[in-house]
């Protein structure tokens, strides 16, 4: 079955001579499963999209996550067309703005305050500043496979050997940044501890994704979150959860209501802004108080809380509030994660995130989901497009389940992967 898609090839041509890769973000251009060209996406609706050529295909990547209501919500497009007409960015506070802070501290019970932003990478970057801030101290801990961002601080890998510094995962981020940036396997406490009791008094921060998304979907063990907080009041350092991905999404009080830990400084982004560039930091009072013009520590953006992105968020809370969408959204994904495993195949799900890993299993850390059959899945990626099922374009993602998703389209999911032989 071959794809029609002239008219994403001719479009990709002129994009690669205007835009580096030919794209805004490098993995659209597709690359890691080896196509040539990216599809130019025209139009969605609930849970399909079509692309420039016409065609059309389930949508299991929803913009990365924050479509957790599908494609143009009615209620979401009427609240922010209803925004748009009243004013598209003021720079000053607004009314929208305060209802979003109050449904978002509701949500999740450590955000005692909130600021709004325009991006994840942005809230992270933030809340690295003010932890910083608030502790005096500058090492961070992060986890190999977890993401957060492009901000320098957060783009360092694991050092060789037995050095336990970071080193730069991105030429421009200097090696002094990185070297602040300390990185442990996920899931792995003994060496959360080790590093605790090496550069405990200079630690600023231990920053994590409750449930990994971004090396493809891995749980945190029980266990794991708790040892986190308990090293963090241990040695004074802030526990930031980076709810990107999962906040909204695993739950209405995203991973620590789900797995009951509490986080001093939390992240949201994709699903607050719903579908729309905004994102938050949040936490504990006396930390937040520390944010310019409370305290003294600088964050500020011209088009934070914008309007139409707080509108779009307030619509799609709203959506998720409904009673029963959280059993929804569990049953779609339970569907999809029957469909889609196999012999050979590790399908790795918490709520409305999962990953199917081309790897025997278990996947509990980076070092697994790395020893994935990325060739095997860029075979699956390109038979599942040609059978109209669009899902992320690296084994390394995850799929999201959106609650506009329709038993036919799973069903449609299940057909196709079950015809996979390579
Ligand atoms: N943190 C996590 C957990 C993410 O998944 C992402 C993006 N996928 C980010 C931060 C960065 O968000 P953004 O792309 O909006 O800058």
């Not at 009951?260 to 006396?286: E, Q, W, Y």
């Not at 469909?339 to 195949?345: D, E, N, Q, T």
């Not at 059959?373 to 860029?378: L, P, Q, V």
């Amino acid at each position: 079955m071959a794809l029609v898609t002239s008219k994403s090839a001719r479009l990709f041509e002129e994009a690669r001579r205007l835009m580096p890769g030919g794209v805004s973000s490098p993995v659209r251009a597709m690359r890691s499963v080896g196509r040539e060209y990216p599809l130019f996406l025209a139009r969605g609706a609930g849970g399909e999209v079509w692309d420039a050529d016409g065609n059309r295909y389930v949508d299991w990547v929803q913009s990365w996550g924050p479509l957790i209501a599908g494609h143009a919500h009615p209620d979401v497009v009427a609240a922010v067309t209803a925004a748009a007409g009243r004013g598209t960015s003021f720079g000053a506070p607004t009314e929208l703005e305060l209802e979003l802070a109050r449904a978002v501290c509701a949500a999740v019970p450590s955000l005692e305050q909130v600021r709004f932003v325009s991006s994840g990478t942005e809230a992270v970057m933030s809340a690295v500043r003010l932890a910083r801030a608030h502790t005096g101290r500058a090492k961070l801990l992060k986890f190999a496979g977890g993401y957060h961002g492009h901000a320098d601080a957060l783009l360092a890998q694991a050092g060789s050997g037995l050095a336990t510094l970071g080193i730069p995962s991105s030429p421009g981020v200097p090696a002094a940044v990185a070297a602040d940036t300390l990185v442990c396997e996920y899931n792995d406490l003994a060496a959360v501890r080790a590093i605790a009791e090496r550069h405990g008094d200079d630690l600023a921060a231990v920053i994590v994704e409750p449930v990994a998304g971004n090396m493809g979907v891995v749980p945190a063990e029980p266990g794991f979150l708790e040892g986190l907080r308990t090293v963090c009041n241990g040695t004074g350092a802030l526990l930031v959860m980076d709810e990107v991905i999962t906040g909204f999404r695993v739950g209405y009080g995203g991973g620590q209501e789900r797995l009951a830990v509490r986080a001093d400084l939390t992240c949201l982004g994709k699903i607050v802004g719903g579908g729309l560039p905004a994102a938050a930091f949040g936490g504990r009072a006396d930390v937040m108080g520390r944010l310019a013009p409370e305290g003294d520590v600088y964050q500020a953006g011209t088009l934070s809380g914008n309007p139409l992105a707080m509108a779009a968020g307030l619509a799609t809370l709203e959506i998720l509030r409904a009673p029963g969408a959280y059993d929804k959204l569990e049953a779609t994904a339970g569907a999809l994660e029957t469909a889609l495993r196999r012999p050979g195949v590790t399908v790795n799900r918490v709520g409305a995130m999962l990953t199917a890993f081309f790897h025997p299993g278990p996947v509990r850390s980076f070092a697994d989901a790395a020893g994935s059959d990325t060739a095997r899945f860029a075979r699956f990626h390109a038979h599942m497009l040609a059978r109209g099922v669009y899902i992320a374009p690296s084994q390394f993602e995850a799929l999201m389940p959106s609650l506009a998703h329709m038993p036919d389209q799973v069903e449609q999911t299940a057909a196709a992967a079950a015809e996979f032989s390579e």
